[in-house]
């Protein structure tokens, strides 16, 4: 869906298409619902693009009547938030969950999205950790439920013993199932944390 909105602009004839990421679309519209109404200057730092990038993606958003716009800024249209949880349903994803601190990282803020039934054999977390860091935040954290324990790949550590309070926090909050992923960005703020949690999400499309 991301990819297809992306590519609806670039073949359109209302001039240059933003230089815009799937990544950084989500991410925008992730936000928008979290904290709208939002502001085109607060989108861009948030996001960290240029102004003219973010009054481009604000003014197709609008085009696709996915935004609304108010004097104090755009929230996301009862047609954007049901695009938005079709496309975070197919990601398959259930809960994106703002953490403040956790745990598992020494300092900085902490984002935790909850996957239904994402894990397969092979995911280390190692790629998704790569991908949170591209994408600003200091990295990410994969987290399988298997035999309704949190384990931690590809060692499998239980993360009971590692880290006891976080482990009952992430089952209080997510209530995960087995075969369940939790994945926690982390960085300096928790846009940074946001964007690496969904980067890791988007990593697993393509594993």
């Known amino acids: 869906m991301l990819e297809d909105l992306i590519d609806k602009w670039r073949r359109g004839a209302r001039g240059p298409l933003p230089q815009l990421t799937p990544l950084q679309l989500l991410n925008a519209l992730v936000l928008i619902e979290r904290e709208g109404p939002v502001g085109r200057r607060v989108l861009a730092q948030t996001l960290q693009i240029n102004d003219g990038i973010a009054r481009?993606?604000?003014?197709?958003?609008?085009?696709?009547k996915l935004i609304s716009v108010t004097e104090t800024g755009v929230h996301l249209s009862?047609?954007?938030?049901?695009?938005?949880h079709k496309l975070l349903k197919q990601l398959l994803v259930k809960k994106i969950l703002v953490l403040d601190e956790?745990?598992?990282?020494k300092s900085g803020a902490a984002v935790g999205v909850?996957?239904?039934?994402?894990?397969?054999?092979?995911?280390?977390?190692?790629?998704?950790?790569?991908?949170?860091?591209?994408?600003?935040?200091?990295?990410?954290?994969?987290?399988?439920?298997?035999?309704?324990?949190?384990?931690?790949?590809?060692?499998?550590?239980?993360?009971?013993?590692?880290?006891?309070?976080?482990?009952?926090?992430?089952?209080?909050?997510?209530?995960?199932?087995?075969?369940?992923?939790?994945?926690?960005?982390?960085?300096?703020?928790?846009?940074?944390?946001?964007?690496?949690?969904?980067?890791?999400?988007?990593?697993?499309?393509?594993t």
């Open 78 to 84: 009862p047609e954007g938030k049901k695009n938005l």
């Open 102 to 105: 956790s745990d598992l990282v």
């Open 114 to 206: 909850h996957l239904a039934r994402a894990y397969r054999s092979g995911i280390t977390g190692i790629a998704q950790r790569d991908e949170a860091i591209k994408a600003g935040a200091q990295g990410s954290v994969t987290i399988a439920v298997q035999e309704g324990k949190l384990m931690i790949p590809p060692d499998n550590k239980n993360l009971a013993d590692l880290a006891p309070k976080e482990n009952s926090r992430l089952n209080s909050e997510f209530n995960p199932s087995d075969n369940d992923l939790i994945i926690i960005g982390f960085g300096k703020d928790s846009a940074r944390a946001l964007a690496g949690a969904l980067a890791a999400v988007l990593s697993l499309q393509r």
């Open 56 to 64: 481009g993606l604000l003014e197709r958003l609008a085009e696709q």
